[in-house]
């Protein structure tokens, strides 16, 4: 158990660096200040979202090959470096190849450390322990992030790429940190590094088609984490718009911006902490059936009265991650270790693919109306969408595969 606790520290404080909430408040604000619209923003999404639907496999396979530490070890380097470029970038030619690094980057972190502290804690007989150490390794992060949040809206006062350059040395700090992780025995156990691209591949298709997650694929990875993206792409848009109108003077907007990622912080830190008494209390059926719904009223409501944008965003991002730790736990409840990398990848994959056509044509919406009647379209498919599901068959079913009442 020694060295049990000794790899846990070690998942807690690589966490700590995978907080990225130094240029959050400002990021878009950036992207806006060197000459990119709605449009084109949308394209710099779109450009990291085919690069990831092109990557995620590829670099999943390569994870169960060369092990999850070694991926993430690959991606977080990656990451830094990107960071790096997009402070000193000037144009949408250079940031949409940054983009395509960055994505790449993700890939091979996608679903690597939620694997290696999987079978980390299998290792031990410990695996019902997942929703809780993931969720108090997230709500570490998002601590770490309540200060970066803040310290990147008065960076972002300064000069909006300072946010970036910081929030790369962060990140380069978990470089050394992952060197000390260990792979779990029951990864070497397995002859992960026998998956060929061809089983991985079917262990790919089995998984999206097998009736225990295949709806909750569509519910989750489809919907929710496509319009979930959308409100992360115009939480400072927005807000640049709401917060004058409420008294606030122009030159404040990117410090108050930055504490209300904080706030944002704050909320997903204590939800995360206590991700596994949510599971216990409220349930995972519960859950996914309630949150979809708030989320899209609230985004409907925007439409007609924008200050609800504040508690509305703050509500949708608080969650995100809560939601995210909940999801995953749910997927590796019902998968196995070989391959488990492969397919979250897959799963990020799915979600990278749909969210497209969403970016994309909220991008043109906002450009042509606003970021407001295009959060509110997307709170209407987000609705319609979860009723056709539910229509279909329940998203959230036991290991069995039976609808999960009580889970």
């Not at 694929?217 to 919907?223: D, E």
């Amino acid at each position: 158990m020694e060295g049990l606790s000794r790899n846990i520290g070690l998942y807690y404080a690589y966490k700590a660096t995978k907080a990225i909430e130094f240029y959050r408040p400002i990021m878009y604000l950036y992207f806006l200040s060197l000459g990119v619209d709605f449009t084109a923003i949308a394209l710099l999404e779109g450009i990291y979202n085919v690069t990831t639907v092109l990557g995620e496999i590829p670099t999943g396979y390569v994870g169960d090959r060369i092990g999850r530490r070694n991926s993430l070890l690959v991606g977080t380097t990656i990451i830094t470096v990107t960071l790096v470029g997009i402070g000193f970038t000037e144009t949408f030619f250079e940031l949409a190849v940054l983009y395509a690094c960055w994505s790449m980057g993700y890939n091979f972190r996608s679903g690597s450390d939620d694997a290696w502290l999987y079978d980390t804690l299998a290792d031990e007989l410990s695996e019902d322990q997942f929703v809780h150490i993931r969720g108090r390794g997230q709500s570490v992060a998002l601590l770490v992030g309540v200060v970066g949040s803040v310290a990147g809206g008065y960076l972002g006062n300064i000069d909006l790429s300072y946010p970036f350059l910081v929030a790369a040395v962060v990140s380069g700090a978990g470089i050394p940190i992952l060197l000390s992780w260990e792979e779990p025995a029951s990864y070497e156990e397995n002859d992960a590094d026998e998956l060929g691209l061809r089983e991985a591949v079917g262990v790919v298709g089995e998984t999206l088609s097998h009736p225990k997650l295949r709806s909750f694929v569509v519910y989750y990875f489809v919907l929710f984490s496509a319009v979930s993206y959308l409100v992360f792409m115009y939480v400072q848009p927005v807000l640049e718009t709401v917060l004058p109108k409420v008294g606030v003077p122009q030159g404040e907007v990117e410090p108050l911006l930055g504490w209300f990622y904080a706030a944002i912080s704050l909320l997903s830190a204590g939800l995360s902490y206590h991700t596994g008494t949510i599971r216990e209390r409220v349930g995972l059926r519960r859950w996914f059936l309630v949150i979809p719904f708030v989320v899209g009223v609230g985004l409907i409501a925007l439409w007609t009265m924008p200050i609800l944008a504040i508690p509305a965003f703050l509500f949708a991002r608080g969650i995100s991650e809560t939601t995210r730790s909940l999801a995953s736990q749910y997927v590796n409840d019902r998968i196995d270790t070989l391959g488990r990398a492969t397919v979250l990848s897959a799963l990020a994959m799915v979600s990278s693919v749909t969210v497209i056509p969403f970016q994309l044509g909220s991008g043109v919406i906002s450009d042509v109306s606003s970021p407001l009647t295009a959060l509110a379209a997307a709170g209407g498919v987000l609705i319609a969408g979860s009723f056709v599901v539910l229509a279909w068959e329940s998203p959230v079913k036991t290991v069995t595969g039976r609808p999960a009442e009580a889970e």
